[in-house]
């Protein structure tokens, strides 16, 4: 069975940094691509960043290019997501996603097979 739990979201000010964590259980970690999205009151869940199965290879949403960093451990079979230079508008709830039978990175919600339950992200002004 299939597990993410996301871990590290709270309350931090703006322009400050915040790390998120996505611990995954079960075989998904290995040779599937990973991603983090988001999603604030009233708008749609959007992408954030993905990670390739080795991590070699990363896609990020302009939003966020140059502020967030994704990175995976196999060792600890976690993902994460370094998040700097936040804004009133990065607040959200941030999801892990696992693919499957994919390890490429990928933007698209579709694409992604299993889901955490979400972080909260708040950034004060």
């Known amino acids: 069975q299939v597990r993410l739990v996301e871990s590290g979201g709270g309350l931090v000010q703006a322009g400050g940094s915040l790390s998120l964590s996505c611990s995954a259980s079960g075989r998904v970690f290995v040779t599937n691509g990973m991603g983090w999205f988001r999603q604030a009151p009233g708008k749609e869940r959007e992408f954030v960043a993905s990670v390739s199965w080795n991590g070699r290879s990363t896609l990020y949403a302009d939003s966020v290019k140059g502020r967030f960093t994704i990175d995976r451990d196999h060792a600890k079979s976690t993902v994460y997501l370094q998040m700097s230079s936040l804004t009133p508008e990065d607040a959200a709830v941030y999801y892990c996603?696992?693919?499957w039978g994919s390890g490429e990175p990928s933007s698209r919600t579709d694409d992604y097979m299993y889901w955490g339950e979400g972080a909260q992200v708040t950034v004060s002004s």
């Open positions: 996603a696992a693919r």
